[in-house]
């Protein structure tokens, strides 16, 4: 069996983009941080720190997941430019 390498692009700045998309749907949600948090069971300070530092501070699959639920928005859309 031959292996090779396929070329892919991946975006540097995906987590970035994931921590504005959330930002952008919670306010248009007109939720505020404190709430989106205790909805879906973190702290008011880690969602703080992932919004305002665009995702260095990282974020599990499962609480995206449950932002989305909150939220009533597609994962697929928190990962859009």
């Known amino acids: ?15 970035e983009v994931v921590a504005r998309n959330v930002r952008k749907y919670r306010k ?20 703080r720190r992932f919004e305002s530092t665009f995702g260095k501070e990282g974020m599990s699959l499962n609480t995206l997941y449950k932002i989305s639920v909150v939220l ?3 994962m697929k ?3 859009e430019e």
């Open 1 to 15: 069996m031959t292996t090779f390498k396929r070329d892919f692009t991946f975006r540097d700045n995906v987590i």
């Open 28 to 47: 248009m949600a007109g939720i505020t941080q404190e709430q989106l948090a205790t909805d879906i069971g973190i702290s008011n300070d880690f969602l």
């Open 72 to 74: 009533d928005v597609s």
């Open 77 to 79: 859309k928190f990962f």
